[in-house]
C-alpha cells in the first residue's frame, strides 16, 4: 500500500484544517491506520489511530477533542479533521498503515509498516 498524505498549509491559531491520507496499490485498506506528526527537532509523535472498520480510534491526549480521525473504505482514504488549532500542533504530518490484526488500536511508531509523506501544518500564533 502507498500512502499520500495532503491538506497541509499554513493556519492562524484557532483555525481548522482536514488533513487527507489517500491509500493506492491495494483493493483495500481495511487494515488499522495512524496519523502521526514531527516537530523540529522533535522525535515522530502519535497523534490519532483508527481500526480497520473505523468503529475504534484513539487519540493522543494533546489533541483529544480537537482532532476527529475517520475513514471513508470505498474511497480508500483516512482523514484527520484538525479544530482550534494551536501553534504547538505546528509538525509535519504522516499517515501510516499497519498490516497486523492487532485487537485494538495501536500508538507505536514501530507497530506500523509503511508511511506516507509528510504533509506540513504550520499553525501562526
Same mark, same amino acid.
Given at each position: 500500500?502507498?500512502?499520500?498524505?495532503?491538506?497541509?498549509?499554513?493556519?492562524?491559531?484557532?483555525?481548522?484544517?482536514?488533513?487527507?491520507?489517500?491509500?493506492?496499490?491495494?483493493?483495500?485498506?481495511?487494515?488499522?491506520?495512524?496519523? !502521526?506528526?514531527?516537530?523540529?527537532?522533535?522525535?515522530?509523535?502519535?497523534?490519532?489511530?483508527?481500526?480497520?472498520?473505523?468503529?475504534?480510534?484513539?487519540?493522543?491526549?494533546?489533541?483529544?477533542?480537537?482532532?476527529?480521525?475517520?475513514?471513508?473504505?470505498?474511497?480508500?482514504?483516512?482523514?484527520?479533521?484538525?479544530?482550534?488549532?494551536?501553534?504547538?500542533? /505546528?509538525?509535519?504530518?504522516?499517515?501510516?498503515?499497519?498490516?497486523?490484526? !492487532?485487537?485494538?488500536?495501536?500508538?507505536?511508531?514501530?507497530?506500523?509498516?509503511?508511511?506516507?509523506?509528510?504533509?506540513?501544518? /504550520?499553525?501562526?500564533?
Amino acid at each position: 500500500v502507498q500512502l499520500q498524505a495532503s491538506g497541509g498549509g499554513l493556519v492562524q491559531a484557532g483555525g481548522s484544517l482536514r488533513l487527507s491520507c489517500a491509500a493506492s496499490g491495494s483493493t483495500s485498506i481495511n487494515y488499522h491506520m495512524g496519523w !502521526f506528526r514531527q516537530a523540529p527537532g522533535k522525535e515522530r509523535e502519535f497523534v490519532a489511530g483508527i481500526n480497520w472498520s473505523g468503529s475504534s480510534t484513539y487519540y493522543a491526549d494533546s489533541v483529544k477533542g480537537r482532532f476527529t480521525i475517520s475513514r471513508d473504505n470505498a474511497k480508500n482514504t483516512v482523514y484527520l479533521q484538525m479544530n482550534s488549532l494551536k501553534p504547538e500542533d /505546528t509538525a509535519v504530518y504522516y499517515c501510516a498503515v499497519t498490516y497486523n490484526h !492487532f485487537s485494538r488500536v495501536v500508538a507505536g511508531t514501530a507497530e506500523y509498516d509503511s508511511w506516507g509523506r509528510g504533509t506540513l501544518v /504550520t499553525v501562526s500564533s
